[in-house]
């Protein structure tokens, strides 16, 4: 039989199939519970979906401007000014997204080319290493390293994230708090990024779509607050996460005026405007109460990761977001596609999180699952030990 061509570009082929749409699979076609991509299985505040409802029957279903209703664009300033006391100016420094994704892929695109290197932290979201790849550029893995000592579980060597600049680097993709480690930087490492791209005349690119996500009364800090950062910052956020409606694809940029013209002048060519309906109702979600879901989550977290550790899995209680990760001490990949059949139960290798072969023994599980169905999950890993 002769091979079917390949068509798509050199440059993206080691991102032909992502790991969550193999796993996703696999759990429909075993009927296993989804402990893999992070998506909810509840949603998110009433009042913020009736308002959504409500927007469609009023009429808001055609093209909004590319940069995001004004409502919203006003809501997301008073939230930044509300939480971070940061400046963000609505006419200007601001742009809705489709997804963080889009904005990810827009800021990649919009700001790096063949030759640039971009820094991430590894273990990364997947998408980063794509929208990496789209724009040519080259990425920089450094690890965040597994760390007792350390009270998120994970350290980030300062000394190891100044080696990795050279020339031809333009920006760090920073991400906290952190998928899939559910790390909560501290100022200290935060400072330390910071030292960093003042020093070598770096963007940042934040990645804070978690923001609200963070538990056991520990805060989220925005790098943009540091001394010298907010000129040199984009700050990402997702609706999806923060309000647990992810298929709404809704997310915004934040950042000074230069950086935010340069976002929305690729986004406008990727997808040109993001739901309207959604954005009215965001622009109303965004002044309610933000605390509910995180209250709710660290709950489920709780259950999995209690129930993970009775059974002997070698957890760390993350400080924030939707996972957990486990190290099974085995081969993660295959780990994970035995996992189904064995048990019912899928998880993500962290294989694709990483360059290095630091994270082959490592799974990720995601909490963000009714209280119910983590622990049965829990349980189904128990019958299969
Ligand atoms: N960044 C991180 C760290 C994520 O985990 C995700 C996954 N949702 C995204 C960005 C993408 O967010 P969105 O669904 O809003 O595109
Ligand atoms: N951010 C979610 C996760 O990490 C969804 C990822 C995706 O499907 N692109 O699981």
Known sequence: MSQQPNHLVERMREFETSIFAEMTG??????????????????????????????????????????GILPLREAIAAHEK??????????????????????????LLALTETGDEVIVFEPYFDVYAAGIGLSGARRVAVTLHRDGTDPSGWSLDPAELEAAVTPRTKLILLNSPHNPTGKVFTREELQAVADVAIRHDLIVLSDEVYEHLVFDGLTHTPIATHPGMHARTIKLSSAGKTFSVTGWKVGWACAPKPLASAVLGVKQHLSFASGHPFQVALAKGLAGDLDETRRQLQAQRDVLCDGLAVLGYDVIRPQATYFTVVDVKSDALEFARALPARAGVVTIPMLSFYDSSVGDTFVRFAFCKRPDVLQQAVDRLRDAK
């Open 26 to 67: 696999l759990a429909m076609s075993t009927g296993s519970i989804n402990l893999g991509q992070g998506f909810p299985d509840y949603d998110g505040p009433q009042a913020v979906l009736d308002a959504a409802a409500e927007a469609i029957r009023g009429g808001h279903n055609q093209y909004p401007p590319s940069v």
């Open 82 to 107: 509300k939480y971070y006391d940061l400046d963000y100016d609505p006419s200007s420094e601001i742009v809705v997204t489709t997804g963080a994704t889009e904005g990810l892929a827009a800021a």
